[in-house]
Nanobody, 115 residues
Framework: QVQVQESGGGFVQTGGSLTLSCVAS????????MGWWRRAPGKGNEVVGG???????VYGDAVKGRFTVSIDKSKNTLYLHMNNVKPEDTAVYYC?????????WGQGTQVTVSP
């Protein structure tokens, strides 16, 4: 069983920065990818960014150039570095880990960007 836990959410002003963390724990012999999704009020799920086991990073169009992902494989921890945030970045951010073909989601962490 794999557990995924996000942290680091909170309030941030427009133009500010915030870093989210995602720790995957449990039986993880290897992972295919880890990534971040978000859900804003009244909207569907949106991909934010992630990284494959081959260290290839991908990003959603809305965050390219502002957000970056990094990973500490020794700690099974994925980070989301959010820079120059905008009010439209307000959402619940979820972490996804794909381990041996199975998807594991965290509970989410709220990020609120004030104008």
């Amino acid at each position: 069983q794999v557990q995924v836990q996000e942290s680091g959410g909170g309030f941030v002003q427009t133009g500010g920065s915030l870093t989210l963390s995602c720790v995957a724990s449990g039986q993880i012999p290897s992972y295919e990818s880890m990534g971040w999704w978000r859900r804003a009020p009244g909207k569907g799920n949106e991909v934010v960014g992630g990284m494959t086991s081959g260290d290839i990073s991908v990003y959603g169009d809305a965050v390219k150039g502002r957000f970056t992902v990094s990973i500490d494989k020794s700690k099974n921890t994925l980070y989301l570095h959010m820079n120059n945030v905008k009010p439209e970045d307000t959402a619940v951010y979820y972490c996804l880990a794909i381990v041996l073909g199975t998807r594991y989601w965290g509970q989410g962490t709220q990020v609120t960007v004030s104008p």
